[in-house]
């Protein structure tokens, strides 16, 4: 298994896999029918000519057997009977009556004549070393080579007949291919032994032998080597009918292939398309909606997907907007007029914010009344426009079965990548957007990561809170109010500070809206209030008689253990109850009104005493002042900052002023940011006042250091100097910008 080169493997297959399967089974098909008929031509042909050699062999075989029968016969039949009757054989029988040929002349005969007569189909000839006639000698190389073999299988006076193997070549020549077979032809009997033995004594046979280079005299004993016979037989028109037959066999066994190879094709394309055809169609279901034929979620991701990554691996900088939509009141269309209404009045939503996003995006249904679109390199007042189109198209109405039914829709939007870097982050960032939209006032919100209380940076920020928490290392500044007819500072607003180990200074409520998110504001909220009340009483130990106002949450609100908190920090610091003021705002009693007046009068109860924080930033309901324990308004600064210049803020902060009258309520105003203002309050007898004009937030060691100096003021002193700066009044060391 190691041995296998997986890359390679893998480059193969990689490969492979971009050519079409049609392509690959053709050229694997087609590979296929040349190798079975490359290998089929291989294996007949070899065996054709192994047949071809065995037969030759054979017939050689029968050839030298009948060429020796026949001598033997001739020698037997006809030369031993002319012997017996006082004739004979004779070397010269031409000239001698009554004398035949000796049987090796009539052998030669033979040879000759049935060359003559066998149409070349073979030829034999006995030859010899010491044959005197030069065409029956030792005359060409296979002979040559040939004869040696045989007389290395020779022995001298053996008293049995030899085994002789035949010796054989097949050779090219200018015949074409033939076969050369020699087999030896011994000395068989004594009378031919004798024969050739006084042959070899005669003297012209001696000078015949000397001119010709071979040893005289040689005496044979019976069975030695005498001569051979040597067969030729052509097998060049065997051979071309063998190739004939090879062809033949050959193109039927091709025609079976590739009838047998276009009939597996038939079927495995068939099959193959029809797969195909079964793929895309539940590639197609995979991926799109079966109610509106939209792309689906997976698609969607898909899409996400491919441009995180492009993102990543081409760094192509490429940026775009991921859009959701919710539609609402869907659910009512789906409740009351039933599912098959709902369908169609969806199918012909998700038709208009196909048609209202046309050809900028890609537009995906993700479930129920959601739906998505990508928008690919769209500035953010291209997308805010094309959101306003999907806005303006889907709130039009729906006419369905005789209904005019309307829809209205939220959508959040969230930018790659500066919101997110990956599919399922920037999934998340558009939901959190939409929901964002979904619970405010307008159809269509950006996301916003700073209210986002689950974006990484916040997972950060609420590990760091809760140990600033725990290690009560949150700060608490403290800002003065001022009595406007006394002019005595009656108290401060403790106001809590954080410094982030990751993001430096983050403003209160940031941090604020953070922990009620993840849960951490009734820590924070006991935290500050013991921290201000046991400061608040130990300046009131040092002579200073002032109140400390805390700044509650809606969720404390709702927190049944606030009585409780509230008390134990009250006999834990020593601080009377009266000198505790509870800031809350309107928007954190409207929530639950019920549950926050009964919280309110507990509270109450104990002697503190509740301020309306920021009031007219929210309901300026009327009707709940009435309901609440409350005793103090605190009118937003949005109201006091330019009451000095604008008319519109004079008279509504003359109309809040009366109001509180009527309601017993003391009234603050906060931020009193100039002279103008202060002197506008100090004109319609306000009752209390405080700003960045009077004294900013500070420290607590900063403020216990100044008190002495500015623990009471002259409005008139202000007024006088001008200058538009309270004298003693400096500022908190605190960004501008975040502070405001
Ligand atoms: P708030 O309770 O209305 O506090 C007054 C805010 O107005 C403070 O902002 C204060 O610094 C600012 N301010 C005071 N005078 C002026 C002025 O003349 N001009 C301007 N432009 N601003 C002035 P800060 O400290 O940033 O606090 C913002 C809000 O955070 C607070 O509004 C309060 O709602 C919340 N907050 C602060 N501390 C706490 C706390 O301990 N608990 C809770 N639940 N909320 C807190
Ligand atoms: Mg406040
Ligand atoms: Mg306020």
Redesign the pocket.
Known sequence: MTAINLPLVRRLTGKLSGIPLRIQITAMCCSFVVVVSLVTWIIVSRSQEQVIQFEALKLADIVVNQAASARSAYSSLAVSKLKADGLGASEFSADQPGHIPLPAQFLKDLSFRSQQDNNGLFSFRPISKWNLAPEHGIRNKFQEWAWEQLESQNRRAPETPLEWTPVWRISEDEQGKVLRYLTADPAASPSCVNCHNALEKRADVIAKRIASGVKPGNQWQLHELLGAIEITIPLDRVAALAREQTRDGLLIVLGITIIGVCGVCFIVFYDVARTHAATEKLAFHANHDSLTGLPNRFALESTLNELVMENEEQARGESATLVFLDLDNFKQINDTLGHETGDKVLTMGANRIAQAVAADGFVARLGGDEFAVVLPGKSVEQVNAIAGQIADSIIQPYEVEGYKLSLGVSIGAALFPENAHSTSELLRCADVAMYTAKNGPLTFAWYDPASDTNAVSNLVMKDELREAIENDTLD??Y?PKYCLNTGRMTGV????RWHSPSAGFV???VF?SLAEHVGL?ND??SL?LNNAASQCQRWRQMGFDLTVS????AM?LHDGTLPTLISNCLSTTGLPASALIL?V?EGTVMTDIERACEVLSQVRSLGVTFSV??YGAGYSSLSYLNKLPVSEL?LD?AFI?HVGSSEKDAVIVRATLELARNLGLTMVA????DAAALDFLCSIHCDQV????LC??LPAHELERRLPYIHRFSPVALHDSGSGQASDLSS?EIPRDK??
């Open positions: 608490v500044h800002q607003e403790a106001l809590a403003p209160p409520d604020i504001i924070l909220t500050i805390v700044n509650l949450s404390n800031e705002t924080d920021d605190k600064r900052t906060e931020g009193v940011e405080q700003g960045y004009f900013r937030p908190e502070a405001a």
